[in-house]
């Protein structure tokens, strides 16, 4: 069975830094872009960054853009979320998303979040 598992959330301080995690099985990672989702209370989940299945290119919601980074390592099928000067409008529950292929037939899977906090 596919798997994606976040890990590396918690509660920050403002102006603090996470580094998310989100670990890949049972599916051809090299061969999907990934995903960082996020879904506050109350809002829609909104995409948050995005990372072609080589790693180069990416892109980034306006409100993460000059603080946060994906990256992945295809070799340990794994994609990172750094996080860096985190205010509390970050705070939200992150999932990590897979993707193949583009409307119909497209396959996608999703991992089941990991709570982000920011808080003093």
Same mark, same amino acid.
């Given at each position: 069975?596919? *798997? ?6 918690? +509660? ?14 049972r /599916? @051809? /990672?090299?061969?999907?872009? #990934? $995903?960082?989702?996020? *879904? ?22 306006d409100?993460?853009?000059?603080? /946060?980074?994906? $990256?992945?390592? %295809? ?5 990172? +979320? *750094? #996080? %860096?000067? +985190? ?26 979040? @990991? ?6």
């Open positions: 069975q596919v *798997q994606l598992v976040e890990s590396g959330g918690g +509660l920050v301080q403002p102006g603090g830094s996470l580094r998310l995690s989100c670990a890949a099985s /599916f @051809t /990672f090299s061969s999907y872009t #990934m $995903s960082w989702y996020r *879904q506050a209370p109350g809002k829609e989940r909104e995409l948050v960054a995005v990372i072609s299945s080589s790693g180069g290119s990416t892109r980034y919601a409100s993460v853009k000059g603080r /946060f980074t994906i $990256s992945r390592d %295809n070799a340990k099928n794994t994609v990172y +979320l *750094q #996080m %860096n000067s +985190l205010n509390p409008e970050d705070t939200a529950v992150y999932y990590c998303n897979a993707l193949r292929g583009v409307g119909v037939g497209s396959i996608d899977y999703w991992g089941q979040g @990991t709570q982000v906090t920011v808080s003093s």
